[in-house]
């Protein structure tokens, strides 16, 4: 028989002895109850982080790294923001859930605010990144069949091959990353892959079923890689030529880490929907949005779509205060002044373990020649010389510091990625 407490809670199950944060637990006594206990859907670098702040964090054991990953895009304003740790607290000492079901006093000066900052005419708001990029395409469907004529249930959304938009089962649907697909089919229908940046292949797709085209304006999770000059503009044009909407998935490259607010920004042109997230919550929590124009995010009618937690308090309190920073252009401006330095030095690289550096920005790709180490590899040297940053496919690394990041200390993680690089 089973023992239980008081609360329900099984005896056996409880912690005994010292409380988990404590530091007479070693990293490896972390790591094997992480193996234990939490599902392996990831494979994480052997390193326990306990605290961070700015562009750095330090392990159980006191060691600090400079953080190259930030997160995936959602640390671009580095580890506990003293602005954004000021809204979240102050609104953590008011209220921070009421669901959709009530109005709050923060919704509509998020929404307002995003609209401004980002151009656009109207905000759905959401959670997760995945969340934004499943309410896209529900609204490009039904803006397909409500207000384009499409017959309901054949509505096609075009991407691109490599993509990477989220993890639920109508994203991967759509994914060509087999490790992402293999074994959850079936899978969704409605989805038609070109080659990412063929335009050629693009416009050969287009039918009059076709009620979108969702683009990542650079493909993060594929090695960080920038289109062809001209690419989305073409993409714009075709979508305007056949009433077809443009959906930029700016999860990861948007808010400031290319260099510009938005990366299609680059290129001058503008999409009938953006998805945003990650960097929106400030690295406190989750927070993301569809925004875009209202005649087409207005074809939502109450009862069609929502989300419990999407919009709380809470979120909007740190949205607002990353819309803020994000409206000084003090943090795109970094992106690109730093983000010149950072792909200069890496190019020096090229010809010396390294095939071709990607990206933008303070964002980049270090695709490693043939014949090296692996990406895996690298990334373990690389923590070994205090800097952290994942690798993404078996011989790129990702590198994505947070925005804040000092040149000296970014010119420190430049010289172990040449000394682990070309030894």
């Known amino acids: 028989m089973v023992r239980r407490g008081s609360d329900g809670v099984p005896v056996e199950s409880r912690h005994r002895g010292p409380d988990v944060a404590s530091h007479s637990l070693t990293a490896t006594d972390f790591i094997n109850t992480d193996e234990q206990w939490s599902t392996h859907n990831y494979h994480p670098l052997p390193v326990v982080i306990t ?27 580095g580890h506990r923001h003293p602005a954004l740790v000021a809204a979240a607290v102050d609104q953590l000492g008011r209220v921070t859930l009421t669901s959709r079901a009530f109005h709050h006093d923060l919704l509509g000066a998020f929404c307002r605010e995003l609209a401004q900052l980002t151009g656009t005419e109207m905000v759905l708001p959401m959670n997760t990144g995945a969340e934004a990029v499943e309410s896209a395409i529900k609204v490009a469907r039904l803006w397909a069949h409500r207000v384009k004529g499409v017959p309901d249930g054949t509505a096609e959304i075009i991407v691109a091959d490599g993509n990477f938009h989220g993890r639920t089962t109508t994203i991967v649907s759509f994914s060509t990353d087999e490790v992402a697909r293999a074994g959850f089919g079936p899978f969704t229908p409605g989805f038609v892959v070109v080659p990412y940046g063929d335009l050629d292949a693009l416009r050969g797709a287009i039918t009059s079923r076709t009620a979108a085209v969702l683009v990542e304006p650079v493909q993060g999770e594929a090695g960080v890689l920038v289109p062809p000059p001209g690419y989305l503009a073409g993409v714009r044009a075709a979508c305007d030529d056949a009433d077809v909407l443009l959906i930029a998935d700016e999860i990861q490259s948007g808010l400031a880490r290319t260099g510009e607010l938005l990366a299609l920004d680059h290129d001058g042109v503008r999409a009938d929907l953006y998805t945003l997230g990650k960097a929106l919550g400030g690295g406190i929590l989750p927070v993301s949005a569809v925004v875009g124009r209202r005649a087409v995010l ?15 308090p809470l979120a909007c309190a740190v949205g607002r205060a990353v819309i803020a920073l994000l409206a000084s252009g003090e943090f795109q401006a970094r992106s690109r002044e730093l983000g010149a330095h950072l792909h200069a030095q890496l190019q020096t690289l090229v010809g010396h373990g390294v095939a071709q550096i990607t990206g933008r920005g303070l964002w980049a790709g270090v695709h490693i020649a043939p014949g090296g180490p692996t990406g895996r ?47």
């Open 298 to 312: 207005g074809v939502l009618r109450p009862g069609e779509h929502g989300s419990t937690f999407g919009g709380n």
């Open 377 to 423: 590899m690298t990334a373990e040297a690389l923590m070994a010389r205090g800097v952290l940053c994942k690798e993404t496919h078996a011989a790129t690394l990702r590198l994505a510091p947070p925005l804040v990041i000092t040149r000296d200390d970014l010119n420190v993680a430049l010289n172990a990625i040449t000394d682990v690089l070309t030894r």
């Open 51 to 77: 605290s961070g702040e700015g562009a750095w964090v330090a392990d159980v054991a006191g060691r600090r790294y400079l953080d190259f990953l930030a997160g995936y895009s959602a640390l671009n304003f």
